[in-house]
């Protein structure tokens, strides 16, 4: 079932990939970077302050399409969208459950989710022409994508991720900046959300995972109906 295909675009894979974390690391001041990530320290403030600028980038481009399919196409794929930064307990909550040291450079370099763009489409096709639209972008780079709706996860989470380095133009140069961008449909939001509340912070019984799972069947169940109600409309 787990068998999601991570693909990595090569050429991103070494030098390049370095040189956009060292970038990060030097506009945020950080010299050392294996220093100990502090919340409250300045320097963490610093790096967020990047990754929010990086969504407010990304954010507008995605506000301009909306209003583009909104005003001058007949269909407009996107439902709504929303983001998030991630915040610094549940950063170290997850450096801590992926057995990270707490340093400046694994968090940069390791937690790839702490800024998040979240596209809740209508229809599953529209998740697709969504990614392609993402592909099309001439200024950013597509790092890796998780096709969670072609291969669900063990839970039953289906969504479709893709984690993208958006340009952020700072004074003296402009630093690439990683941003993770989940596009699903409203239906699997549903699911996503009720599931995380359930499981948020503790342990559920066998019998309610396997309950979700079927859940989860069933959504992608009804996303399909809905497609063919909406082909043969
Ligand atoms: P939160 O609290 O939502 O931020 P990676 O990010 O690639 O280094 P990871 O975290 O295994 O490693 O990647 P994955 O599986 O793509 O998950 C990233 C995010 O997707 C999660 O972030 C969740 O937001 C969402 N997600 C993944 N699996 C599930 C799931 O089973 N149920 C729900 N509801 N959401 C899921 P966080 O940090 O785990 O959580």
Request: with cysteine; hydrophobic share 40%.
């Given at each position: 079932m787990n068998n999601i295909k991570k693909e990595r675009i090569d050429y991103m894979k070494n030098e390049k990939e370095n040189e956009r974390e060292a970038d990060l690391i030097q506009a945020a001041s950080?010299?050392?970077?294996e220093q100990k990530v502090d919340k409250k320290a300045n320097e963490f403030e610093k790096i967020m302050l990047i990754y929010k600028s990086a969504i407010k980038v990304l954010r507008t481009k995605f506000d301009i399409l909306n209003e583009e399919f909104e005003n001058?196409?007949?269909?407009?794929?996107?439902?709504h969208i929303s983001e998030r930064i991630k915040s610094p307990d549940s950063i170290i909550e997850k450096m801590n459950r992926k057995e990270l040291d707490l340093t400046y450079k694994n968090l940069i370099e390791?937690?790839?989710?702490i800024a998040g763009i979240r596209i809740v489409c209508s229809f599953k096709d529209d998740v697709f022409k969504m990614v392609n639209i993402i592909e099309n972008f001439q200024d950013i780079e597509i790092i890796e994508r998780k096709d969670y709706i072609t291969n669900p996860k063990a839970s039953g989470y289906q969504s479709y991720h893709m984690l993208i380095n958006v340009p952020v133009t700072l004074k003296d140069k402009t630093i690439y900046v990683k941003v993770e961008v989940q596009i699903r449909t409203v239906a699997m939001d549903f699911w996503a959300t009720l599931e995380h509340k359930l499981k948020y912070k503790k342990e559920i019984s066998k019998k309610s995972s396997k309950e979700l799972v079927n859940t989860a069947k069933a959504i992608s169940k009804l996303d399909d109906k809905m497609m063919q109600i909406k082909c043969n409309a």
């Open positions: 950080l010299m050392k970077i001058f196409c007949e269909y407009n794929p996107i439902d390791q937690v790839n989710d």
